[in-house]
C-alpha cells in the first residue's frame, strides 16, 4: 500500500525539473491524466493475520505447557543465565530481548506477573504487594531466580521441542515439557482481538490431589484458590466454562459493636480499591461508617469504625451488597491447542495436563534407560578389552585401519552377551582409555559396577511397566516436596443473596403533605414521616380507601387526603393493617385486618368495595400483628338505641386485603375513638439455621431453633468463650467458632469447664445469662485459657479423660459439682492435672417445664388469603354491640395451669436432688 501511494505523492524534485525546463522553453504538449489505485485486496487479510498474531502469540496461554509466548521466553532465558545465584531482573529482561521482539517493559511486567504467583521465581527485593496493589520496584533493584520446584518440573532439554527465534540467530523452545497443570496453578487472563481468556488459579495440592485421583480412575473436582484469602460462592462455577460465574467476597469479622475488621479481600482487588469503595458507598448514604483505617502490611488489617446506633450486621451486608467487599467473576477457560484457541473446562485442562506429565515421564524414563543401557554397552566393552588385554594386539600395527580391526577381532570372542553389534564408534572410544586407567583397572569394582547399571536398568524397566504407578508417585512427591505452606487459602461457602433495600442504610428523609397529596425528600417544610434510603419504596394508604406502592423520589403527587405513609417491606407477612370503611356515600360500614405483601409499583388499589363515596373511618398499622380495641360512635338518627359501644380487633383473622370484611352497622358512624393497646395476634415466628450459608431463615431451611415470640431471644456461645442472648434478627452474622445456637430460656443454667492459663489448671462452673444482649466472656482473659466444653443440659453429665494413662477417666455431675453462680465467678477447681479430652454423658433425668402453646392461648394465625371477595363473620344488624365469645377466662384458666404444673415439677425435682 504505501508503494502504490508513494507513486502518486508530491514530488519537489519534478516540480524544480518543470521549473527549470519552462525556463529554456519547453512546453508539455501533453496533460497527464490522474490515476486511481484501488487498495482494497491489499488489507483485505490484514486484520486475520493480525488477529491470529495476538490470539496466538501474545495473550493466550499454550495448553501444553499453560504459558504465555513471553512467559515461556522468560523462564527459557531464565534457564541459560542460572548458575544457582540472584541475577538482576533487568539483566534477565535484557537477556529475554532475544527471543522476545518486544519492548522491555512488556517483558518486565510478565516477570513480576510470574513471581508474584509465588512458584516458578525465587524473589529478592521489592517485588510489589498484590494486597495493596503496589506496585514492584525497577527492575534493576531486584533481582530472581529460579525456584527448585521450577527447575525440577518446568525444564528437560532432552525432551524440549526447539525452533529458531524470531532473528534466526538461537533456539527457542516450541513448549516447556512441564510435568504439572502449571496453567490451572497460576491462572492466566488475557484480552486479544476478538477473544479473550480467564483462567483463574487453583490450589496446589488439590490439584495434584486431582491428578492422582484421576490417574487411579477416580473423579475429582477442583475449584479455584486465591492467594488473596477471602470466601468464594462456587456453586455457579460450570467448570470455568464460559457463562459460569463465581461471587467473592472480603472476610470481615466484628471486633466489638462499633468496629467491623476486614482481614482477608476478594480476589481482584487491593485494600485501596476496596477501600474507596467504601468511601464512596459512605458518601452516597448507602452505608455509615465513622473512620476507615488500614494496617495492612504483610496481612491484610482495614478497620471499619461504625458510628453510635448503626447495626454492625447489617454493615456488614451491607459491605457486600455496595462495595467491592463482594465481587461476580466470570470464567471463560480459552487455551491454544494446535495452534487454535480452544474452549474446554478445568477438569479437560487438569486430565490433559496430567496425560501430558505421563507421557513426558514416559519419555525420560526411555532416554535415561537407553542412557543406561548404552552405558552398561560400553562398561562390558571396557571390561572385555582391558580384562583380556586386547589393547596389546595394536602394538604392531602401524596403519589406524589396522588399529580398529585388530580390536574388533580380539573382541569377537568375548561379546556373545552384549545387547547390541559392535560398531566403529565404540572401538574408537576404546581407543581413548588413557594408560593410566588400564594399569590401576580394578576387575571387581569394574563388575560390582555393571551390575549396579544392571540394577538400574532392571528399575527403569519396572517403572516403564508400572507407568501409572510411577506418576502416581512422582506426584505425591511433588506434594511432600513442595506442598507446606501451599493449603488452601480462599474459604468455600454458599452465599445468601442479600437484597439491596433490606440493607441499604437510611440516608434521606421523607416527608409528606397530606391534604395536597405529595410525598418526597425535598419537601422540608412539611411533615417529617421517616429516615429512609433512596432505594426504598413507599406505601400510601389515603382516605377515600385508595392504597399504592411507589419509589422513593423528590416530589410525587400520591392523591390527598393521605392517611399513612412508611417504607414499605416486600413479603412482609408481620405488619398487620386494621381497617374500619363506609362503602359508598351512604352504604354499611365493614372492618377487615389484612397484610400487604406484594403489590405492582405505582398501582392505585381500592380497599373498599369500588362504590364512590367511600371513605376510611379508622386506620391503624401494627407492626407486630397487634389488635387494638375502639370505641364506634354512630350519629342519632330514627329509632337507633345503642349509639356507642366497643369493638376489639383480635376477634378478627388476618386476611387478604381485597376481601369486604365483616360488617359493623348500616346506620352512620360519626366516629371511631382508639380506645386501648392490644397484643400481638399472630403466631410466634418459626426460626431455622441455615449450616450451609450460616444465617437464620423464616423458611423452612436447615435446623428448627423454635417458635420465637417477640420477647424472645437467642443463646450464642463460641469456642473461644464468647456468650450472649440477643434477638433473632435475619440479617444476623455468626463467628466461625460458634458452638452453642438455641432459642434462650432464662432460668436454664450453662454448664462449663474450662483452663484457666493464669492458674495452669481445670475449673467447672455453672451460671446464667443475666444480662441479654450484652456480650460476655465465660472463661478468664489470660490468652492460654481455653475452652474445653460447654452444655446446656438442665443436669448434665461428662467424663473427663487424663492425658496420664495412669490416672483413670473420671465421671462429672455438674449438679452436684457446684452450685450456680454469676457468669464472672471462677467457678470450682476440677483437676492440675492434663485432659486429654472431655465427653458429655447422657443428662440425667429431668422434666422440663412446658410453656402455654400458641394454640392453647388461641392466637389468632396469621394467614394469607387471595384477594376475593368474602365474609366470615355473620352480619351485625341495628347497630348491637359484636356478639364474641369471652376468651379472657379461658386464658386465665390455662395460665394458671400451666403454672401450677411448673410448680408440681420444681417440687418433684427438689425431692430427686436430696437423693
Same mark, same amino acid.
Not at 496493589?133 to 530472581?144: F, L, M, Q, T, V
Not at 480499591?273 to 488500614?294: F, Q, R, V
Not at 442479600?498 to 417544610?525: D, P, Q
Not at 429431668?846 to 388469603?865: C, Q
Given at each position: 500500500?504505501?508503494?502504490e +501511494?508513494?507513486?502518486?505523492?508530491?514530488?519537489?524534485?519534478?516540480?524544480?525539473?518543470? $521549473?527549470?525546463?519552462?525556463?529554456?522553453?519547453?512546453?508539455?504538449?501533453?496533460?497527464?491524466?490522474?490515476?486511481?489505485?484501488?487498495?482494497t485486496?491489499?488489507?483485505?487479510?490484514? %486484520?486475520l493475520?493480525?488477529?491470529?498474531?495476538?490470539?496466538?502469540?501474545?495473550?493466550?496461554?499454550? !495448553?501444553?505447557?499453560?504459558?504465555?509466548?513471553v512467559?515461556?521466553?522468560?523462564?527459557?532465558?531464565?534457564?541459560? !543465565?542460572?548458575?544457582?545465584?540472584?541475577?538482576?531482573?533487568?539483566?534477565?529482561?535484557g537477556h529475554?530481548?532475544?527471543?522476545?521482539?518486544?519492548?522491555?517493559?512488556?517483558?518486565?511486567?510478565?516477570?513480576?506477573?510470574?513471581g508474584?504467583?509465588?512458584l516458578?521465581?525465587?524473589?529478592?527485593?521489592?517485588?510489589?504487594?498484590?494486597l495493596?496493589?503496589?506496585?514492584?520496584?525497577?527492575s534493576?533493584?531486584?533481582?530472581?531466580? !529460579?525456584?527448585?520446584?521450577?527447575l525440577?518440573?518446568?525444564?528437560?532439554?532432552?525432551?524440549?521441542?526447539?525452533?529458531?527465534?524470531?532473528?534466526?540467530?538461537?533456539?527457542?523452545?516450541?513448549?516447556?515439557?512441564?510435568?504439572?497443570?502449571?496453567?490451572?496453578?497460576?491462572g492466566?487472563?488475557? +484480552?486479544?482481538?476478538?477473544?479473550?481468556?480467564?483462567?483463574?488459579?487453583?490450589?496446589?495440592?488439590?490439584?495434584?490431589?486431582?491428578?492422582?485421583?484421576?490417574?487411579?480412575?477416580?473423579?475429582?473436582t477442583?475449584?479455584?484458590? %486465591?492467594?488473596?484469602?477471602?470466601?468464594?460462592?462456587?456453586?455457579?462455577?460450570?467448570?470455568?466454562?464460559?457463562?459460569?460465574?463465581i461471587?467473592?467476597?472480603?472476610?470481615?469479622?466484628?471486633?466489638?459493636?462499633?468496629?467491623?475488621?476486614?482481614?482477608? +479481600?476478594?480476589?481482584?482487588?487491593?485494600?485501596?480499591?476496596?477501600?474507596?469503595?467504601?468511601?464512596?458507598?459512605?458518601?452516597?448514604g *448507602?452505608?455509615?461508617?465513622?473512620? +476507615?483505617?488500614?494496617?495492612?502490611?504483610?496481612?491484610?488489617?482495614i478497620?471499619?469504625?461504625?458510628?453510635?446506633?448503626?447495626?454492625?450486621?447489617?454493615?456488614?451486608?451491607?459491605l457486600?451488597?455496595?462495595?467491592?467487599?463482594?465481587n461476580?467473576i =466470570?470464567?471463560?477457560?480459552?487455551t491454544i491447542?494446535?495452534?487454535?484457541?480452544? %474452549?474446554?473446562?478445568?477438569?479437560?485442562?487438569?486430565?490433559?495436563? @496430567? &496425560?501430558?506429565?505421563? &507421557?513426558?515421564?514416559?519419555?525420560?524414563?526411555?532416554?535415561?534407560?537407553?542412557?543406561?543401557?548404552e552405558?552398561?554397552?560400553?562398561?562390558?566393552?571396557?571390561?572385555?578389552?582391558?580384562?583380556?588385554?586386547?589393547?596389546?594386539d595394536?602394538?604392531?600395527?602401524?596403519?589406524?585401519?589396522?588399529?580398529?580391526?585388530?580390536?574388533?577381532?580380539?573382541?569377537?570372542p568375548?561379546?556373545?552377551?552384549?545387547?547390541?553389534?559392535?560398531?566403529?564408534?565404540?572401538?574408537?572410544?576404546?581407543?581413548?582409555?588413557?594408560?593410566?586407567?588400564?594399569?590401576?583397572?580394578?576387575?571387581?569394582?569394574a563388575?560390582?559396577?555393571?551390575?549396579?547399571?544392571?540394577?538400574?536398568?532392571?528399575?527403569?524397566?519396572g517403572?516403564?511397566?508400572n507407568?501409572?504407578?510411577?506418576?502416581i508417585?512422582? /506426584?505425591?512427591?511433588?506434594?511432600?516436596?513442595?506442598?507446606?505452606?501451599?493449603?488452601?487459602?480462599?474459604?468455600?461457602?454458599?452465599?445468601?443473596?442479600?437484597?439491596a433495600?433490606?440493607?441499604a442504610?437510611?440516608?434521606?428523609?421523607?416527608?409528606?403533605?397530606?391534604?395536597?397529596?405529595?410525598?418526597? @425528600?425535598?419537601?422540608?417544610?412539611?411533615?417529617f414521616?421517616?429516615d429512609c434510603?433512596?432505594i426504598d419504596?413507599?406505601?400510601i /394508604?389515603?382516605? &377515600?380507601?385508595?392504597?399504592?406502592v411507589?419509589?422513593?423520589? =423528590?416530589?410525587? /403527587?400520591?392523591?390527598?387526603?393521605?392517611?399513612?405513609?412508611?417504607?414499605?417491606?416486600?413479603?412482609d407477612?408481620?405488619?398487620?393493617?386494621?381497617?374500619?370503611y363506609?362503602?359508598?356515600?351512604?352504604?354499611?360500614? %365493614?372492618?377487615?385486618?389484612?397484610?400487604?405483601?406484594?403489590? @405492582?409499583?405505582?398501582?392505585?388499589?381500592?380497599?373498599?368495595?369500588?362504590?364512590?363515596g367511600?371513605?376510611?373511618?379508622?386506620?391503624?398499622a401494627?407492626?407486630?400483628?397487634?389488635?387494638?380495641?375502639?370505641?364506634?360512635?354512630?350519629?342519632?338518627?330514627?329509632?337507633?338505641?345503642?349509639?356507642?359501644?366497643?369493638?376489639?380487633?383480635?376477634?378478627?383473622?388476618?386476611k387478604?386485603?381485597?376481601?369486604?370484611?365483616?360488617?359493623?352497622?348500616?346506620?352512620?358512624?360519626?366516629?371511631?375513638?382508639?380506645?386501648?393497646?392490644?397484643?400481638?395476634?399472630?403466631?410466634?415466628?418459626?426460626?431455622w439455621?441455615?449450616?450451609?450459608?450460616?444465617?437464620?431463615?423464616?423458611?423452612?431451611?436447615?435446623?428448627? !431453633?423454635?417458635?420465637?415470640?417477640?420477647?424472645?431471644?437467642?443463646?450464642i456461645?463460641?469456642?473461644?468463650? *464468647?456468650?450472649?442472648?440477643?434477638?433473632p434478627?435475619?440479617?444476623?452474622?455468626?463467628?466461625?467458632d460458634m458452638?452453642?445456637?438455641?432459642?434462650? *430460656?432464662?432460668?436454664?443454667?450453662?454448664?462449663?469447664?474450662?483452663?484457666?492459663?493464669?492458674?495452669?489448671?481445670?475449673?467447672?462452673?455453672?451460671?446464667?445469662v443475666e444480662?441479654?444482649?450484652?456480650?460476655?466472656?465465660?472463661?478468664?482473659?489470660?490468652?492460654?485459657?481455653?475452652?474445653e466444653?460447654v452444655t446446656? &443440659?438442665y443436669?448434665?453429665?461428662?467424663?473427663?479423660?487424663?492425658?496420664?494413662?495412669?490416672?483413670?477417666?473420671?465421671?462429672?455431675?455438674?449438679?452436684s459439682?457446684?452450685?450456680?453462680?454469676?457468669?464472672?465467678?471462677?467457678?470450682?477447681?476440677?483437676?492440675?492435672?492434663?485432659?486429654?479430652?472431655?465427653?458429655?454423658l $447422657?443428662?440425667?433425668?429431668?422434666?422440663?417445664?412446658?410453656?402455654?402453646s400458641?394454640?392453647?392461648i #388461641?392466637?389468632?394465625? $396469621?394467614?394469607i388469603?387471595?384477594?376475593?371477595? =368474602?365474609?366470615?363473620?355473620?352480619?351485625?344488624?341495628?347497630?348491637?354491640?359484636? #356478639?364474641?365469645?369471652?376468651?379472657?377466662?379461658?386464658k386465665?384458666?390455662?395460665?394458671?395451669?400451666?403454672?401450677?404444673?411448673?410448680?408440681?415439677?420444681?417440687?418433684?425435682?427438689?425431692?430427686q436432688?436430696?437423693?
Amino acid at each position: 500500500m504505501s508503494e502504490e +501511494i508513494n507513486d502518486n505523492e508530491h514530488n519537489p524534485a519534478s516540480d524544480n525539473q518543470e $521549473e527549470s525546463n519552462d525556463s529554456l522553453g519547453f512546453q508539455d504538449d501533453v496533460i497527464q491524466e490522474e490515476t486511481i489505485t484501488k487498495v482494497t485486496g491489499m488489507y483485505k487479510e490484514w %486484520f486475520l493475520d493480525y488477529a491470529s498474531y495476538v490470539i496466538l502469540e501474545r495473550a493466550v496461554p499454550s !495448553l501444553e505447557d499453560g504459558l504465555k509466548p513471553v512467559q515461556r521466553r522468560i523462564m527459557h532465558s531464565m534457564k541459560d !543465565l542460572d548458575d544457582g545465584r540472584y541475577n538482576k531482573v533487568a539483566n534477565i529482561v535484557g537477556h529475554t530481548m532475544q527471543y522476545h521482539p518486544h519492548g522491555d517493559a512488556s517483558i518486565a511486567d510478565a516477570m513480576v506477573q510470574i513471581g508474584q504467583k509465588e512458584l516458578l521465581i525465587d524473589m529478592q527485593g521489592n517485588w510489589g504487594n498484590i494486597l495493596t496493589g503496589d506496585r514492584a520496584a525497577a527492575s534493576r533493584y531486584i533481582e530472581a531466580r !529460579l525456584s527448585k520446584f521450577a527447575l525440577e518440573v518446568v525444564f528437560n532439554p532432552k525432551t524440549t521441542d526447539w525452533k529458531m527465534s524470531y532473528d534466526g540467530r538461537r533456539r527457542e523452545p516450541i513448549d516447556l515439557p512441564v510435568k504439572f497443570p502449571l496453567l490451572l496453578a497460576q491462572g492466566a487472563e488475557g +484480552i486479544a482481538v476478538g477473544l479473550s481468556t480467564k483462567i483463574l488459579p487453583h490450589n496446589f495440592i488439590e490439584l495434584i490431589d486431582a491428578s492422582i485421583k484421576y490417574l487411579k480412575g477416580r473423579s475429582f473436582t477442583i475449584l479455584p484458590d %486465591f492467594l488473596t484469602g477471602g470466601i468464594a460462592d462456587f456453586t455457579n462455577y460450570n467448570d470455568g466454562k464460559r457463562g459460569g460465574r463465581i461471587r467473592v467476597r472480603a472476610k470481615i469479622t466484628q471486633l466489638d459493636k462499633k468496629t467491623l475488621v476486614i482481614n482477608e +479481600i476478594p480476589f481482584g482487588t487491593t485494600t485501596t480499591t476496596l477501600i474507596d469503595s467504601i468511601i464512596k458507598a459512605n458518601e452516597k448514604g *448507602k452505608i455509615k461508617i465513622k473512620k +476507615i483505617e488500614d494496617n495492612t502490611a504483610a496481612e491484610v488489617e482495614i478497620l471499619v469504625h461504625l458510628p453510635p446506633n448503626v447495626s454492625p450486621d447489617k454493615t456488614i451486608d451491607a459491605l457486600y451488597a455496595f462495595t467491592n467487599c463482594e465481587n461476580s467473576i =466470570s470464567p471463560l477457560s480459552c487455551t491454544i491447542e494446535n495452534n487454535k484457541p480452544v %474452549f474446554i473446562g478445568v477438569s479437560e485442562m487438569l486430565k490433559h495436563s @496430567t &496425560d501430558l506429565t505421563v &507421557d513426558l515421564l514416559k519419555k525420560e524414563l526411555e532416554i535415561q534407560l537407553n542412557e543406561l543401557e548404552e552405558q552398561w554397552h560400553f562398561s562390558s566393552l571396557e571390561r572385555i578389552f582391558i580384562e583380556n588385554r586386547i589393547y596389546r594386539d595394536i602394538e604392531e600395527v602401524e596403519t589406524w585401519e589396522g588399529v580398529l580391526k585388530a580390536i574388533d577381532l580380539g573382541l569377537q570372542p568375548h561379546i556373545k552377551h552384549l545387547k547390541r553389534a559392535i560398531t566403529e564408534e565404540d572401538i574408537v572410544r576404546l581407543t581413548e582409555i588413557r594408560i593410566k586407567k588400564i594399569s590401576k583397572f580394578d576387575i571387581d569394582k569394574a563388575k560390582q559396577f555393571i551390575e549396579g547399571l544392571e540394577d538400574k536398568i532392571a528399575g527403569v524397566r519396572g517403572h516403564l511397566a508400572n507407568l501409572i504407578e510411577f506418576a502416581i508417585d512422582y /506426584f505425591k512427591r511433588l506434594k511432600e516436596t513442595y506442598g507446606k505452606g501451599k493449603e488452601r487459602k480462599t474459604e468455600i461457602k454458599i452465599f445468601d443473596d442479600i437484597v439491596a433495600s433490606k440493607v441499604a442504610m437510611n440516608n434521606t428523609k421523607l416527608y409528606v403533605n397530606r391534604e395536597e397529596g405529595f410525598i418526597g @425528600t425535598s419537601l422540608k417544610r412539611d411533615e417529617f414521616v421517616t429516615d429512609c434510603s433512596d432505594i426504598d419504596e413507599i406505601i400510601i /394508604f389515603r382516605k &377515600d380507601g385508595k392504597m399504592m406502592v411507589t419509589k422513593v423520589d =423528590s416530589k410525587i /403527587f400520591v392523591g390527598k387526603e393521605i392517611i399513612h405513609v412508611a417504607v414499605f417491606k416486600k413479603k412482609d407477612q408481620r405488619t398487620v393493617y386494621n381497617y374500619m370503611y363506609r362503602d359508598g356515600a351512604r352504604g354499611a360500614s %365493614f372492618m377487615k385486618r389484612f397484610n400487604v405483601t406484594s403489590v @405492582t409499583r405505582d398501582k392505585e388499589y381500592d380497599l373498599t368495595n369500588g362504590n364512590k363515596g367511600s371513605l376510611v373511618h379508622y386506620f391503624s398499622a401494627n407492626p407486630n400483628g397487634e389488635a387494638e380495641v375502639v370505641t364506634v360512635n354512630l350519629r342519632a338518627v330514627g329509632s337507633v338505641k345503642k349509639l356507642k359501644w366497643d369493638i376489639d380487633f383480635a376477634d378478627l383473622s388476618v386476611k387478604g386485603r381485597a376481601v369486604r370484611g365483616n360488617t359493623i352497622s348500616k346506620y352512620a358512624i360519626k366516629s371511631v375513638d382508639f380506645k386501648s393497646a392490644g397484643v400481638s395476634t399472630l403466631k410466634p415466628r418459626k426460626i431455622w439455621f441455615d449450616e450451609t450459608v450460616q444465617r437464620l431463615n423464616v423458611d423452612n431451611r436447615g435446623t428448627l !431453633l423454635g417458635e420465637f415470640k417477640a420477647e424472645d431471644k437467642l443463646l450464642i456461645i463460641t469456642q473461644s468463650g *464468647k456468650i450472649k442472648a440477643v434477638k433473632p434478627d435475619l440479617s444476623m452474622h455468626f463467628e466461625d467458632d460458634m458452638i452453642v445456637l438455641e432459642k434462650w *430460656k432464662p432460668n436454664k443454667p450453662i454448664s462449663a469447664i474450662y483452663f484457666d492459663g493464669e492458674k495452669e489448671r481445670y475449673y467447672i462452673k455453672r451460671f446464667l445469662v443475666e444480662t441479654p444482649d450484652k456480650e460476655e466472656v465465660l472463661i478468664s482473659e489470660h490468652p492460654k485459657s481455653q475452652l474445653e466444653i460447654v452444655t446446656t &443440659d438442665y443436669r448434665p453429665m461428662a467424663e473427663v479423660v487424663f492425658s496420664k494413662r495412669t490416672l483413670a477417666p473420671q465421671q462429672i455431675n455438674f449438679e452436684s459439682f457446684i452450685a450456680i453462680k454469676g457468669i464472672k465467678a471462677q467457678g470450682n477447681q476440677l483437676t492440675t492435672n492434663k485432659i486429654k479430652q472431655v465427653n458429655l454423658l $447422657e443428662s440425667l433425668p429431668f422434666e422440663e417445664p412446658e410453656e402455654p402453646s400458641s394454640e392453647e392461648i #388461641e392466637v389468632v394465625e $396469621e394467614e394469607i388469603i387471595s384477594n376475593t371477595l =368474602s365474609i366470615d363473620v355473620p352480619t351485625i344488624e341495628k347497630a348491637s354491640v359484636l #356478639e364474641v365469645p369471652n376468651k379472657e377466662d379461658k386464658k386465665n384458666d390455662l395460665l394458671k395451669k400451666a403454672i401450677q404444673k411448673k410448680k408440681e415439677r420444681k417440687d418433684d425435682d427438689s425431692q430427686q436432688s436430696l437423693f
